[in-house]
Nanobody, 118 residues
Framework: HVQLVESGGGSVQAGRPLTLSCAASGYTICMGWFLQGPGQDRVGVASIDRIGRTTYAPSVKGRFTISRNNAQNTLSLRMDSLKPEDTAVYYC???????????????WGQGTQVTVSS
């Protein structure tokens, strides 16, 4: 499995932006971001394939933007108009087969905490 290392988490006030970054150790077909709120299951946020096709969860569509740099094996998530309910641990993820957020075969990094205060 490819190794994934996230960075960029932290505390931010509601309405402010935050960008998460992820460095992958090698080639990936699909990359994505997942989040896990307190006491909740991990759920998909956004995914992107190697030619830039994206998928977003309805809760973040229009507010979050996923992007990747294939040459550098990096992934980013620009989060705008953050809400307190966006507070969660965010995980960078990679999938060797497909980009469906609800699918299997995803592997994750260690996660980075994002806390949004009102």
């Amino acid at each position: 499995h490819v190794q994934l290392v996230e960075s960029g988490g932290g505390s931010v006030q509601a309405g402010r932006p935050l960008t998460l970054s992820c460095a992958a150790s090698g080639y990936t077909i699909c990359m994505g971001w997942f989040l896990q709120g307190p006491g909740q299951d991990r759920v998909g946020v956004a995914s992107i394939d190697r030619i830039g096709r994206t998928t977003y969860a309805p809760s973040v569509k229009g507010r979050f933007t996923i992007s990747r740099n294939n040459a550098q094996n990096t992934l980013s998530l620009r989060m705008d108009s953050l809400k307190p309910e966006d507070t969660a641990v965010y995980y960078c993820a990679a999938n060797p087969i497909y980009c469906a957020l609800s699918g299997s075969d995803w592997s994750w990094g260690q996660g980075t905490q994002v806390t949004v205060s009102s």
